[in-house]
């Protein structure tokens, strides 16, 4: 289809990091005035990005907080759903792992 009548361009896809959107509270923050569009023109993303990101500020905080430093360059963090459960066979495969493979020094 031609988009001949749609003077509206559709944006390259852009993966922002937890610091990118942590910036983007950050700004949003400082100057209240700042309009989502503008904004999203600066960085390049489009305008419903920029809302997503505001509208998830309190779980991207948090994230934050608790991250640790290598974590603010990745793209997408994965939060476990049941963080006891994964710590069970966490250590459930370090004692396989020893019993089978001895020759592994797993710490």
């Keep these: 289809m031609d988009n001949i009548g749609n ?6 896809r852009r993966n922002l990091s937890l610091e990118d959107k942590i910036n983007i509270i950050k700004r949003k923050e400082t100057d209240v005035r700042l309009s989502d ?12 990005t920029i809302s997503g ?3 998830k500020k309190e779980k991207l905080l948090r ?8 974590d603010l360059k990745k793209l997408r963090i994965r939060v476990a759903r049941f963080p006891s459960l ?4 966490y250590k459930g495969s370090k004692v ?5 493979f001895p ?3 797993i710490y």
């Design 63 to 70: 994230l934050h907080a608790n991250a640790k430093n290598s």
């Design 96 to 100: 396989y792992a020893v019993e089978m």
């Design 7 to 12: 003077s509206r361009q559709r944006k390259q």
């Design 37 to 48: 569009e503008k904004l999203a023109n600066e960085l390049g993303v489009d305008r419903s």
């Design 86 to 89: 994964e710590e069970a066979l």
């Design 53 to 55: 990101i505001l509208r």
């Design 103 to 105: 020759f592994l020094k």
